[in-house]
């Protein structure tokens, strides 16, 4: 099967995806309905019209103004709907390309989950129980939809011990450091080792690795550009979902590359 009009029409619903995440995003943290109202302007609360709604179209057309208060949208919006879009195309081709057709809504799901999360993370610190709690059971499903479709069911066992390791391993992080790990990490440390699991152990480690690594040079940048020093509490869920994307990406690559140079050396 050809990945590249899958990707396309990934990448497009990811907008509709992204124009979601942003009403998540903004609404979750504050306890509010994702449901209802519809989209308003959170600065006058005017409702925002069907053509003002497009996933980046719209916000380049109103100049990044509310059309009724003109207060400033941020850019966060449409950048989160790029993202999404991004995401989406990105890895239905990388699963498409390696015959996993069947796990694309699993990862989507994930995708959005990660995007979510690391947004509302870097703005508030927190990781709601709302989006980590159900994500674990939402992927679970979908893999073993994945796993009955191909007729792998190893890969269903695989994820679910690597989603008991993951959690353990970020669990006793917590107790070690409560200060360096936050209990919203440890929460969504399962659903990661899953999805990650679920691909191979050589995507678990790389992308736990690629958490911790972008999370350290992020910290290390903190330190020299903003002057904050090494007691400053950074958010790591944003890097820690952003480890676990290179890791279902590129993963298995990674790993690959990693043992023919030991073979080689």
Known sequence: M????????????????????????????????VVRPGSRCPACGAPVAARDNLPVVGWLLLGGRCRSCRAPIPVRYPLVELGMGLLWSLLTWRLVA????????AYLALAFVCLVLAVI????????NRITY????????LLV??????????????????????GAFF?????????????????LAPTLGLALGWLSWGAVAVGVFAGFLLGGLAGLAAIGLLGLTRKSLLPFGPWLVAGALVGVLAGADVAAWYARSLVGS
């Open 2 to 33: 050809n990945p590249l009009p899958a990707a396309v029409l990934a990448g497009l619903a990811g907008l509709l995806a992204g124009s979601f995440a942003n009403v998540v995003i903004h609404r979750v943290p504050r306890r509010e309905s």
């Open 98 to 105: 390696a015959g996993l057709g069947w796990a694309v809504p």
């Open 121 to 128: 993370d870097a703005s508030t610190r927190l990781l709601p």
């Open 134 to 141: 159900p994500a674990f059971p939402v992927v679970l499903g």
């Open 145 to 166: 939809l994945a796993s009955v479709g191909l007729g792998d069911l190893g890969r269903l066992g695989r994820g679910l011990l690597a989603a008991l390791a993951v």
């Open 171 to 187: 669990l006793a992080l917590a107790l070690i450091s409560p200060r360096g790990m936050g209990l919203g990490d440890v929460k």
